[in-house]
């Protein structure tokens, strides 16, 4: 039975006072004695801490490898083009399979959302590669440093760093390098000796490589479910990847020995002048953009073919993977007949500077190092005025630099690809069903995109990829139920994404998809009916034109009809009407 001291035993080194010390003293004492009497050993907890890391210098850059990964092999190869524009040694970690799931819950911890085992055991599974190559674990150490965004916030995407480092060490890493972009960063981040330098020829590379990746993500997508000859659009997506990739590595930057950099050099900051001056108003790859659009032309199609159109939105990494992170979706649809609108990495990025502008309005006339209940001075209102002026126009020129450039290379490719849509059209739509300052994850994107594509007819169907218990995309599932009640025609599927259940989730996408199918079939068949045309009397007029059976020929997007053939069977008859074809039972009916 335990024994409790009465406070008058207390012995105070003082008549009115007991010292810290004593104090712990005691409670060390009365502790180890309880741990004796009820048999419990105490254990030192190990938690992990973020180890030392040796930092990547200016002079490795000759001899270190930059690996990184996550998005689509698109996106990758362009930046790996991009980066080595700049004169770094760099590669790009394959997309995740199954085995680097296993691996990221074997040396990671437990709880863990699914791009967070796909992700970090896929390097960890690449550094294994590399030692199964003959490298040692040292080389590896020396030689390879690996690149990754990062975040803070309501989300365990701001847990990732800590992760890798964990499971680095874990599998017998110990001492990698990992680099950490910031999302909350900027140029800042540039330092003196730093092997990685942040500065503007960096994210404007980084930039120009997810937006022309986005471009021809796209338009491939658009091709591939009607392309006659079957592996076609690949082949060509292949060459055109390629063709930027070596545009990118072998790209000039800005010389300051011509006419025009001569004058600039005389203007302050003259080297971010010439920079945005050369992005804005040169055309270095709009050469090459032509050649990709008539490589593409160059493929047979049939338009005619009825094509249920799936939305894909949910979690960023989930709804960008192409691999077994999302089930190999993408692929499973287009194997069960679907068109797929994919999310461009564009989207994103115009919802983090449409917040940081929703962020600076929060905290117009605020003085945040200061309590709110203290005056500010004139001087300091206007101070704050003038940084909340300055701060909406960076950001307001960046949206609109970044739109334009888009839309430029868009433009060369006939405007195929799907405009990017306003982020303010999405927040409005969105805001009374899902708060817009609710953060974390795609925050209100989800809602807003599945009720933009629905309300303008631009899908059949909204699948929503996501990983099992991801929060914010839960949060957006909980609404969704309200916001399918309200617009009674979307057909909304939400799919948690995980390293097992591949069955499961496509038989699930299968029931879904037969009624965005039968959805698709009803529509094409009203507008068939329309036409006053058969279907083989349509199919054979479009035999005899070589335009219509070509990628880049214009399909109209009529209000009320989603599909890509339903509107091209009612381009092609007006076409033929216009030529004065009449259909075979009118003509049957004058030959009577």
Request: aromatic share 10%.
């Amino acid at each position: 039975m335990s024994t409790v001291i009465p406070i008058s035993e207390l012995k105070f080194r003082d008549k009115d006072f007991i010292s810290e010390d004593y104090v712990q003293d005691l409670l060390i004492k009365e502790r180890k004695r309880l741990e004796q009497e009820y048999g419990v050993e105490a254990k030192k907890i190990d938690h992990f801490k973020r180890p030392f890391e040796r930092a990547f210098k200016k002079n490795e850059r000759e001899n270190t490898t930059i690996l990184f990964g996550g998005l689509t092999w698109k996106h990758e190869k362009l930046i790996k083009g991009a980066l080595e524009g700049l004169g770094y040694k760099t590669d790009y970690i394959p997309v995740p399979d199954k085995k680097a799931f296993q691996l990221g819950k074997e040396y990671g911890n437990n709880g863990q959302c699914n791009p967070t085992y796909f992700t970090v055991g896929n390097l960890v599974q690449h550094l294994q590669n590399l030692e199964a190559q003959g490298k040692t674990r040292e080389e590896i150490k020396e030689n390879y440093v690996f690149f990754t965004a990062g975040a803070c916030g309501p989300c365990r995407f701001g847990m990732y760093e800590a992760e890798y480092r964990l499971a680095l060490r874990n599998s017998g890493f110990d001492g990698f390098r990992v680099i950490i972009f910031q999302q909350t960063g900027g140029l800042s981040q540039e330092e003196a000796e730093a092997g990685l330098e942040m500065n503007l020829d960096f994210f404007l590379g980084l930039l120009n490589a997810m937006m022309i990746g986005d471009l021809l993500n796209d338009i491939a997508y658009q091709i591939r479910p009607y392309e006659i000859n079957k592996g076609e659009t690949d082949k060509v997506l292949d060459e055109a990847i390629e063709m930027v990739y070596q545009k990118f590595r072998t790209k000039s930057h800005f010389d300051f020995n011509t006419k025009i950099g001569k004058l600039l050099s005389f203007i302050p900051s003259s080297d971010y002048v010439s920079k945005f001056i050369d992005q804005i108003l040169g055309d270095y790859y709009i050469e090459t953009v032509h050649e990709i659009r008539e490589k593409f032309n160059a493929i047979k199609v049939d338009r005619t073919r009825m094509k249920p159109i799936v939305k894909i939105t949910g979690e960023f990494w989930a709804q960008t993977t192409e691999g077994d992170g999302n089930f190999n979706m993408f692929p499973f649809l287009e194997r069960e007949g679907a068109q797929l609108v994919v999310e461009p990495i564009a989207t994103w990025i115009l919802y983090m500077l449409h917040q940081a502008k929703e962020v600076n309005k929060d905290e117009k006339g605020l003085k945040l190092d200061k309590d709110l209940t203290d005056k500010l001075s004139l001087k300091e209102k206007l101070e704050l005025k003038k940084k909340y002026k300055q701060n909406m126009f960076v950001l307001t020129l960046a949206e609109k630099i970044f739109e334009r450039e888009y839309n430029r290379v868009r433009k060369a490719l006939d405007n195929m690809p799907h405009e990017i849509v306003d982020q303010k059209i999405l927040k409005d739509l969105a805001h009374k069903f899902y708060n817009s300052r609710v953060e974390g994850g795609e925050g209100h994107l989800e809602v807003g995109k599945s009720i933009y594509y629905t309300i303008n007819n631009l899908c059949h169907m909204v699948l929503s990829l996501k990983p099992f218990g991801c929060m914010p995309s839960t949060q957006s599932d909980g609404v969704q139920s309200v916001v399918t009640s309200v617009y009674k025609d979307m057909i909304f599927l939400p799919i948690e994404t995980s390293g097992e259940g591949d069955v499961n989730a496509h038989s699930r996408v299968q029931m879904a998809l037969g009624e965005a199918k039968a959805k698709a079939k009803n529509e094409y068949n009203e507008c068939l009916a329309k036409t006053g045309y058969s279907l083989e009397e349509i199919k054979a007029f479009v035999e005899t034109r070589e335009d219509l059976q070509k990628p880049f020929f214009h399909v109209s997007h009529r209000k009320g009809i989603s599909g890509v053939g339903a509107n091209f069977i009612l381009d092609v008859a007006e076409i033929m009407k216009k030529e004065g074809i009449k259909t075979t039972a009118i003509e049957n009916c004058l030959r009577d």
